[in-house]
């Protein structure tokens, strides 16, 4: 008994099923091709280098990562100057926090960063920020010549710190509530929109302080 073959030409001269169907998918081919490049763009972000948020306070906008890390790295091609920014959901441990900018100190000497770099941290319990502010680039961030040890023994880094943090939080603050006002009836932001704008404010003023005039 002889099944039918879906290969052969049925009467009457029509074309292959098999035709039909190869001529289809060559179209769709062509048709999708140009889109592959793009799916495969959003399903392979940018590894995060200088990102580290374990708790996903700020990272579960994943667009918002993927600009800041390539904001981040852009920044260190140009001027040689890493900036690391990192999101903890606890504060330090007691101990290991006694001594002033000492938890900072450790952590950017960990990551290579203690003499020509910086590192923004936020604490989410506390809620804090802090910023250290490797030791080469001080003169910069403080606005006048000196050294580190200088700096901090007269007080001159802490004011600038404090001054900087506030200015930063306060600018960021400004625009949240102003995106607040501007969201339609029943209309919600982002989880973390606010510390992201907040890191952005921090960022943004680390570079343009620290950047080559």
Not at 28 to 35: D, G, I, K, M, Y
Not at 172 to 201: E, M, R, V, W, Y
Request: net charge neutral.
């Amino acid at each position: 008994m002889q099944t039918e073959d879906f290969n052969l030409r049925k009467a009457g001269g029509r074309p292959r099923l098999s035709d039909m169907v190869h001529k289809f998918l060559g179209l769709l081919a062509v048709a999708f091709l140009p889109c592959m490049p793009l799916v495969w763009a959003a399903t392979d972000p940018q590894p995060l280098t200088r990102i580290d948020d374990p708790g996903r306070l700020a990272i579960c906008d994943s667009g918002w990562a993927s600009d800041m890390e390539a904001k981040l790295a852009s920044f260190e091609t140009s001027t040689g100057i890493r900036i690391v920014l990192q999101f903890h959901l606890k504060s330090p441990p007691a101990d290991e926090d006694k001594k002033p900018g000492a938890y900072m100190s450790g952590l950017a000497t960990k990551l290579g960063i203690i003499k020509g770099g910086v590192l923004v941290v936020f604490f989410a319990d506390d809620p804090d920020w802090r910023v250290w502010v490797g030791d080469a680039l001080t003169p910069k961030f403080v606005g006048r010549l000196g050294s580190a040890k200088e700096f901090t023994e007269s007080g001159a880094m802490h004011e600038a710190k404090e001054a900087f943090l506030s200015r930063s939080l306060a600018e960021a603050d400004t625009a949240f509530s102003a995106i607040k006002k501007a969201l339609p009836a029943g209309g919600s932001l982002t989880p973390g929109k606010q510390l992201t704008l907040q890191a952005d404010a921090l960022i943004d003023g680390l570079r343009s302080k620290l950047a080559p005039k």
